[in-house]
């Protein structure tokens, strides 16, 4: 059993930084894609990044390309999402979650993850 656990929310103001971190424990997590997502009040949950199993590769959403950067550091089991330059609009619950099957590249689709966190609030003030 995978557990994961999000850290480094909080609430900022229009155009400054945060880094959330997502630690996991249980299973190393070295072959396997992870991803984040956010879900703001009354809206879908939507993709944000996602990076493959051995960090080669990385996927953004539209919204945050150029201002987001997702790294991992598998000997920490960890994953992190870089904000910069952050807007009123990212404001949400950011999720990381583990992908289903081993060794996939990083995947924009909530299905293909089987593993969740509980979720960081991220509020952006204008």
């Known amino acids: 059993q995978v557990q994961l656990v999000e850290s480094g929310g909080g609430l900022v103001q229009a155009g400054d930084s945060l880094r959330l971190s997502c630690a996991g424990s249980?299973?190393?997590?070295?072959?396997?894609?992870m991803g984040w997502f956010r879900q703001a009040p009354g809206k879908e949950r939507e993709f944000v990044a996602a990076?493959?199993?051995?960090?080669?590769?990385?996927y953004y959403g539209d919204s945050v390309k150029g201002r987001f950067t997702i790294s991992r550091d598998n000997a920490k089991n960890t994953m992190y999402l870089q904000m910069n330059s952050l807007k009123p609009e990212d404001t949400a619950v950011y999720y990381c979650?583990?992908?289903?099957?081993?060794?996939?590249?990083?995947?924009?689709?909530?299905?293909?993850?089987?593993?969740w966190g509980q979720g960081a609030q991220v509020t952006v003030s204008s």
């Open positions: 979650a583990v992908d289903k099957l081993a060794l996939r590249l990083g995947r924009p689709e909530k299905e293909a993850y089987g593993y």
């Open positions: 990076i493959n199993w051995d960090g080669g590769r990385t």
């Open positions: 249980g299973r190393t997590l070295r072959s396997y894609g």
